[in-house]
């Protein structure tokens, strides 16, 4: 199915700027939504940490099924596991592997008096494993467990695309079922995803019109922030509910920035999202270690607000200069996600080919 030119592009602005709050909603350190307050600062960061960036994965979730069935993917899975290989398992292990002799180093030499999530001293094969590839823990660079449930639904995309054409919403029963109880055992370290993939599926089978909300974009977006103040203000812990319901009140209200001058900078520099999705966990780590060792006696708001757009900048910089500097080996680093092709403009823009993968969610064969 041919994507329109306006969606595609939609696509590649909500992709770069959810990622983008991803960066904001992994600013170390976690702070559990019970010790938020009322002042200023605290509701603002709570609602973008629990609030408005909670919709990303469930958002890209979506996004990448209605790219994958839209490109009948699920009828294809030799080609379907080759190239989820190359975009989503490849980059998992490249982004994470690496880094397991340092950390193994630092903690057998206590360098660093920091608490990191993963144990690989003394070494054990499964930390190790786990680690590498997230196979049943979050991997080292936690952001990158999302390539790795991406690819365990790509694994069972033709089951889903089966149910999706033959009877879509009994299908859509069953996986809420399998959501709902659990069921999925150790196949996804966020179940939540399922029910997010099939849905997507469902609007790319079903044709759903996606900019059928979009007249409600103003009404929606107040509903998205009343939503977030009322997480925080009455530290709702049960949020299972926001990630159902947000794809469905986020997508329109991207309507809202499509044509505006931020959303044609976001457009521009879209080809920048894997990079920094990739990225940015290490780096916001290693800048709040610096933190604590260098800057204590300077508030932390200070370095909430300064340290997200410096990441954001860096990775542009640095994944322009990667793929200039060494291309063989950015393409093998990033799932042949190259910089974006120029077009004629926003009208004429469609999804790239093949040959030419422009960034998380936006090409059939890399969700997000």
Known sequence: ??????????????????????????MPPFKPLSAYH????DLFRGMLTFGVFRATVPLLTAVS???????????????????????????LVLWNLPMLPLLYWIQKNG???????????PAHWQNWMDAATGLFHTPLNYPTHFLRNLFALALIAPLLGMLL?????????????????????????????LL?????????????????L??????????????????????????????????FVVWPCMSLIAPTRLGELLHRHSSASFFTFLAHGPLLLAAWITFQRYGASLPYEMFWAVIPPAVVL???????????????VAAVFLGDRGPRRATAGPAARTLPNESAHTGLALQPDVPS
Request: charge should be positive; proline fraction near 4%.
């Open 65 to 91: 099924a209605f790219l994958l069935f839209s490109a009948d993917l699920d009828r294809q899975y030799l080609r379907l596991m080759q190239k989820k290989t190359r975009t989503l398992l490849v980059p």
């Open 196 to 212: 997010s993939f099939y849905v997507g599926g469902l609007a790319a089978v079903r044709k759903w019109d996606l900019r059928a």
């Open 38 to 41: 009322l002042d200023p600062f």
């Open 1 to 26: 199915m041919k994507i329109a030119g306006d969606i595609a592009r939609r696509i590649a602005i909500t992709r770069y700027f959810m990622i983008l709050g991803i960066v904001v909603l992994h």
């Open 214 to 247: 979009d007249r409600y974009a103003p009404l929606l977006l107040a509903a998205l922030l009343a939503m977030a103040v009322a997480i925080v203000l009455f530290h709702i812990q049960n949020r299972e509910w926001f990630a159902l319901v947000s794809p």
């Open 165 to 193: 054409r033959r009877a879509p919403y009994i299908g859509l029963v069953i996986v809420f079922v399998v959501y709902w109880y659990d069921l999925d055992g150790d196949l996804l370290l966020r179940n939540s995803m």
């Open 111 to 121: 360098l660093i008096a920091h608490q990191f999530e993963v144990d690989l001293y």
């Open 314 to 328: 860096l990775c542009a910089y640095t994944h322009r200069a990667f793929w200039r500097a060494a291309p063989e």
